[in-house]
């Protein structure tokens, strides 16, 4: 069965780093667009950035794109976010998640989701 297992979460001050690594099983990986999505605390879940299955890069969080970047290596299954400059609204559960071949900001049109990873930023 398809797994998506998200990692990289934890603790960081305002204006450091971190970055989040997300594998997936039993897909035929290089096919799949793979999207990170975030959910605070009493919010919705928000798409943040996508790539689709050519390497192709969607922002769907204006507030992330100068800050965030977004990476796979199909060799191993995975993809990376390499979040720089955190501010304490980006604390959140960051899930990975993958659909077919091409991106989307929506939820509901990913079919596998991992556990996510918690981010927290303190200021």
């Known amino acids: 069965q398809v797994q998506v297992v998200e990692s990289g979460g934890g603790l960081v001050q305002a204006g450091g780093s971190l970055r989040l690594s997300c594998t997936a099983s039993?897909?035929?990986?290089?096919?799949?667009?793979m999207a990170w999505f975030r959910q605070a605390p009493g919010k919705e879940r928000e798409g943040v950035l996508c790539?689709?299955?050519?390497?192709?890069?969607?922002y769907y969080e204006d507030s992330v794109k100068v800050r965030f970047t977004i990476s796979r290596d199909n060799a191993k299954n995975t993809i990376y976010l390499q979040m720089n400059s955190l501010k304490p609204e980006d604390t959140a559960m960051y899930y990975c998640?993958?659909?077919?071949?091409?991106?989307?900001?929506?939820?509901?049109?990913?079919?596998?989701w991992g556990q996510g990873t918690q981010v927290t930023v303190s200021s």
């Open positions: 998640a993958a659909r077919h071949s091409t991106c989307s900001g929506s939820s509901y049109d990913y079919n596998y």
């Open positions: 039993g897909l035929t990986f290089d096919d799949y667009a």
């Open positions: 790539i689709d299955w050519i390497g192709r890069r969607t």
